[in-house]
């Protein structure tokens, strides 16, 4: 019976441990994206009035998101002069209330100093994206030009905000002096103590040596100098496999009068160093000089090195297949061609009851290709993304959408297999601004956690959007294809040593 009251009391304090640490855990995640969400958004805020937006009057976040939601009118965007013309934030941000009492962290909006902030303990908002405002119309404001603008009324290339040049100051200048000037050279130092006389009596003062003055400790002789630091040949690190054992040596090993190299490998043995040390794949090699006089030397302090494997070169093929779409209620969608293209949108509208096809709607395709020779660290081509731009009625279209990748190695006997998460983003037609009318497509998860594991080693892979043809243009991790075209857009990989 005390060994089972043992264990549960042991139990329950283990479960009271892990509740605390979940719950910081929990903390400082929401701390965190509060503190990106409102850097990003004050950040808007400071391009918005930067080039002529106006928050006079807003008082609350609603309002400000409004505003940085807002594009510049035609007659605007004519003599601005630079890039932010156009929304300064994705027009799905919007707020949702969080209450005094809640576990999440929050914002507010400070209407004297325009910044979003920390709400701390009082009731505010967090940030989200709401998909059903992907397609909102997006309101056009006149701005100010912020501070330079094409020209309007002189024959310059721009008209500065501030045109006239500000007054000069009549008079001349005039400021107060010090006359009283206090002596500033430094006196002359006290002559030094002449090393033959008598030291200072630090006892009872009266240096008569009568036994009430403690003696006078010599000082303390420095340590001794560490032998140097080890150096080895090659370093640790990634090696290529084929290069294992690595025979490595020492280069700078002490005279043996001073001292000698050891070295160890892993939790072995110390040993004294003579030749080459052979070390193995996923090995640590520990390296220490050791003094031979200690009064002249100390042991210098140890070097560890680890040697891990990379493959010379990887080969596989690439397949794609994609699942588990997400849109609106009126979401239309066809997954075909061993589900590796995915068709989205009804592209008919209904005119004067009559049902009318304006053409093709929403076309995603991948196509993967096969890969040879690369080794990790070196990008590569997964395969290329088909867009087409098409037609979408009636919240018809996806917002979303899950891709399969299924990478096989035959030569290294594994099979790689992970999802990419893909939005999918309808912009508004613009007629005077093609790129911002350009729909696309963008990866969520840019790095992933792949069940790869050649010669001990794990790894990871990278993502990011590579080369597109001249029907779209590309970031890192959107792809975006202009209203009405198809483009290609390319799906680059790298794999890299956890």
Same mark, same amino acid.
């Given at each position: 019976?005390?060994?089972?009251? =043992?264990?549960?009391?042991?139990?329950?304090?283990?479960?009271?441990?892990?509740?605390?640490?979940?719950?910081?855990?929990?903390?400082?995640?929401?701390?965190?994206?509060?503190?990106?969400? !409102?850097?990003?958004?004050?950040?808007?805020?400071?391009?918005?009035?930067?080039?002529?937006?106006?928050?006079?009057?807003?008082?609350?976040?609603?309002?400000?998101?409004?505003?940085?939601?807002?594009?510049?009118?035609?007659?605007?965007?004519?003599?601005?002069?630079?890039?932010?013309?156009?929304?300064?934030?994705?027009?799905?941000?919007?707020? !949702?209330? !969080?209450?005094?009492?809640?576990?999440?962290?929050?914002?507010?909006? $400070?209407?004297?100093?325009?910044?979003?902030?920390?709400?701390?303990?009082?009731?505010?908002?967090?940030?989200?994206?709401?998909?059903?405002?992907? #397609? !909102?119309?997006?309101?056009?404001?006149?701005?100010?030009?912020?501070?330079?603008?094409?020209?309007?009324?002189?024959? /310059?290339? /721009?008209?500065?905000?501030?045109? @006239?040049?500000?007054?000069?100051?009549?008079?001349?200048?005039?400021?107060?002096?010090?006359?009283?000037?206090?002596?500033?050279?430094?006196?002359?130092?006290?002559?030094?103590?002449?090393?033959?006389?008598?030291?200072?009596?630090?006892?009872?003062?009266?240096?008569?040596?009568?036994?009430?003055?403690?003696?006078?400790?010599?000082?303390?002789?420095?340590?001794?100098?560490?032998?140097?630091?080890?150096?080895?040949?090659?370093?640790?690190?990634?090696?290529?496999?084929?290069?294992?054992?690595?025979?490595?040596?020492?280069?700078?090993?002490?005279?043996?009068?001073?001292?000698?190299?050891?070295?160890?490998?892993?939790?072995?043995?110390?040993?004294?160093?003579?030749?080459?040390?052979?070390?193995?794949? *996923?090995?640590?090699?520990?390296?220490?000089?050791?003094?031979?006089?200690?009064?002249?030397?100390?042991?210098?302090?140890?070097?560890?090195?680890?040697?891990?494997?990379?493959?010379?070169?990887?080969?596989?093929?690439?397949?794609? $297949?994609?699942?588990?779409?997400?849109?609106?209620?009126?979401?239309?969608?066809?997954?075909? $061609?061993?589900?590796?293209?995915?068709?989205?949108?009804?592209?008919?509208?209904?005119?004067?009851?009559?049902?009318?096809?304006?053409?093709?709607? @929403?076309?995603?395709?991948?196509?993967?290709?096969?890969?040879?020779?690369?080794?990790?660290? #070196?990008?590569?081509?997964?395969?290329?993304?088909?867009?087409?731009?098409?037609?979408?009625?009636?919240?018809?279209?996806?917002?979303?959408?899950?891709?399969?990748?299924? =990478?096989?190695?035959?030569?290294?006997?594994?099979?790689?297999?992970?999802?990419?998460?893909?939005?999918?983003? *309808?912009?508004?037609?613009?007629?005077?601004?093609?790129?911002?009318?350009?729909?696309?497509?963008?990866?969520?998860?840019?790095?992933?956690? =792949?069940?790869?594991?050649?010669?001990?080693?794990?790894?990871?892979?990278?993502?990011?959007?590579?080369?597109?043809?001249?029907?779209?243009?590309?970031?890192?991790?959107?792809?975006?294809?202009?209203?009405?075209?198809?483009?290609?857009?390319?799906?680059?990989?790298?794999?890299?040593?956890?």
């Amino acid at each position: 019976m005390v060994e089972m009251l =043992i264990t549960v009391s042991v139990i329950s304090l283990l479960a009271a441990v892990s509740a605390v640490a979940v719950s910081k855990v929990r903390e400082n995640s929401q701390s965190q994206k509060l503190n990106a969400d !409102v850097t990003a958004m004050n950040s808007a805020i400071r391009i918005y009035l930067a080039n002529g937006g106006n928050l006079s009057g807003v008082t609350d976040a609603s309002g400000v998101i409004a505003k940085l939601k807002t594009s510049r009118s035609k007659a605007d965007k004519e003599t601005h002069v630079g890039a932010p013309s156009g929304r300064m934030i994705d027009n799905r941000v919007t707020t !949702v209330p !969080v209450p005094a009492d809640s576990w999440k962290a929050r914002a507010k909006y $400070n209407s004297s100093t325009q910044r979003f902030e920390d709400a701390g303990a009082q009731a505010g908002f967090e940030f989200v994206l709401d998909n059903n405002l992907a #397609e !909102v119309q997006t309101i056009t404001e006149n701005r100010d030009g912020g501070v330079v603008s094409y020209a309007e009324n002189s024959t /310059w290339v /721009w008209d500065h905000a501030s045109t @006239n040049n500000p007054n000069a100051p009549s008079g001349p200048s005039s400021f107060n002096t010090n006359p009283n000037v206090t002596d500033t050279t430094p006196t002359e130092p006290a002559e030094p103590t002449d090393p033959a006389d008598p030291p200072v009596d630090p006892g009872d003062g009266d240096g008569n040596g009568d036994g009430g003055d403690p003696p006078v400790d010599p000082p303390e002789e420095p340590d001794p100098p560490r032998l140097s630091y080890p150096k080895v040949t090659p370093s640790g690190g990634a090696h290529p496999e084929n290069d294992f054992p690595l025979a490595v040596t020492i280069t700078n090993a002490p005279p043996a009068t001073d001292g000698r190299a050891f070295y160890q490998l892993d939790s072995g043995a110390w040993t004294a160093y003579s030749s080459a040390i052979d070390v193995a794949m *996923n090995q640590t090699l520990r390296v220490q000089f050791r003094t031979e006089d200690s009064t002249r030397f100390r042991d210098s302090w140890t070097r560890s090195e680890y040697y891990y494997p990379v493959p010379d070169s990887l080969s596989g093929t690439v397949d794609g $297949n994609f699942h588990s779409p997400s849109g609106g209620p009126n979401l239309d969608y066809e997954i075909t $061609n061993g589900s590796d293209k995915f068709t989205h949108g009804d592209s008919v509208f209904i005119l004067d009851d009559e049902p009318i096809n304006s053409g093709d709607p @929403n076309v995603l395709e991948f196509t993967g290709k096969s890969f040879s020779d690369v080794a990790p660290g #070196e990008k590569f081509s997964l395969g290329d993304f088909f867009y087409h731009n098409g037609n979408s009625y009636y919240d018809s279209h996806a917002t979303g959408v899950s891709l399969q990748i299924t =990478i096989e190695m035959p030569e290294r006997s594994e099979t790689v297999v992970f999802d990419l998460n893909l939005d999918l983003v *309808n912009t508004e037609n613009d007629p005077d601004d093609a790129n911002a009318s350009a729909d696309y497509v963008r990866i969520t998860n840019l790095q992933q956690n =792949i069940n790869l594991e050649i010669n001990g080693v794990g790894y990871r892979m990278n993502l990011e959007f590579g080369a597109t043809d001249s029907f779209g243009f590309s970031s890192d991790s959107q792809f975006h294809v202009y209203e009405g075209a198809t483009g290609r857009g390319e799906l680059l990989g790298t794999f890299l040593a956890n």
